[in-house]
């Protein structure tokens, strides 16, 4: 079993946001999937050994800021 990052991604308006956010994350190495909540603001990236930094670089290269999630 892999770990889960939570994050908080903002600027996604709209699906298409949501789907660039899932692809980009979908090619860090290591993510074995994502689920990106649009009125959340948030996506759950799940995968083995994932580089967080990667994955906020990813997102924010498709134009989106994304940080780690703190505790609730």
Known sequence: MGDAI???VDGMTCDHCVRAVTEAIGGVAGVTGA??????GAATVA???VDVDAVIAA????????????PA
Not at 35 to 40: G, K, P, T
Not at 59 to 70: C, D, L, T, V, W
């Open 47 to 49: 995968g083995e050994r």
């Open 59 to 70: 997102i924010a290269e498709e134009g989106y800021e994304a940080a780690p999630r703190g």
């Open 35 to 40: 689920s990106v909540d649009l009125e959340a």
């Open 6 to 8: 939570e994050l908080t």
